[in-house]
């Protein structure tokens, strides 16, 4: 834990290099904003490269289902307990036949539904699936295939996720991205916009 107090004086330190200014005492205020970096997978490199053992890991999963023909499965992925997911990219699946008659849907959490449309099973190989706004998974992954072809089908999804221990993300990783969101909005106001 002394590692996510030193990391959270250095964000202080960082918000004291911020400065906003009015040049020449008016028109449009000169905004000069230095912030950390807010994109899930950079802030997830960083923790790799800390390697805090314990708070963060990144293992694979690899796992093949097999699918019958007319048939429907559904699969929750579970994370495991104490940690959460921030990893925005990708979910990748595999085939051993294609056909535009299956289809793979992916749900975050509490029904989150990160395919609407669902993704179908296309000749040329990965699929690949990005979380986009759903980069953080608290609980689950649900994966639903549902096979209406003709044939049985094995369908293999891979995931190299980004696990960051419920701590670490409520000291850490959700400080700096509110803090960017916070200074972000301050210098959308200074420049004649509206903080959301």
Not at 15 to 28: I, S
Not at 70 to 85: A, D, M, Q, R, S
Not at 103 to 124: C, L, R
Not at 180 to 190: E, F, G, H, I, W
């Amino acid at each position: 834990m002394n590692e996510v107090k030193a990391m959270r004086q250095s964000l202080e330190q960082l918000a004291n290099l911020l400065k906003f200014e009015n040049v020449g005492g008016g028109g449009t205020p000169a905004v000069q904003v230095v912030l950390p970096p807010i994109d899930s997978d950079m802030l997830n490199t960083i923790l790799q490269t800390l390697a805090l053992t314990g708070m963060s890991q990144n293992p694979n999963y690899r796992l093949t289902i097999a699918v019958l023909a007319g048939e429907t499965v559904i699969f929750p992925f579970n994370l495991p307990g104490g940690y959460y997911c921030t990893k925005r990219t990708p979910i990748m699946f595999y085939a051993d036949y294609y056909d535009t008659n299956i289809t793979i849907n992916v749900w975050v959490d509490e029904g989150y539904n990160v395919t609407p449309f669902g993704m179908s099973v296309y000749p040329g190989g990965v699929i690949t699936v990005n979380f986009g706004e759903f980069w953080l998974k608290k609980r689950l992954v649900t994966i639903k295939i549902d096979n209406k072809s003709i044939r049985d089908t094995n369908i293999t999804f891979e995931v190299n996720p980004s696990l960051v221990s419920e701590n670490l993300y409520r000291d850490w990783y959700s400080p700096i991205i509110e803090f960017t969101k916070s200074r972000l909005n301050d210098a959308a106001v200074l420049m004649g916009g509206t903080a959301i």
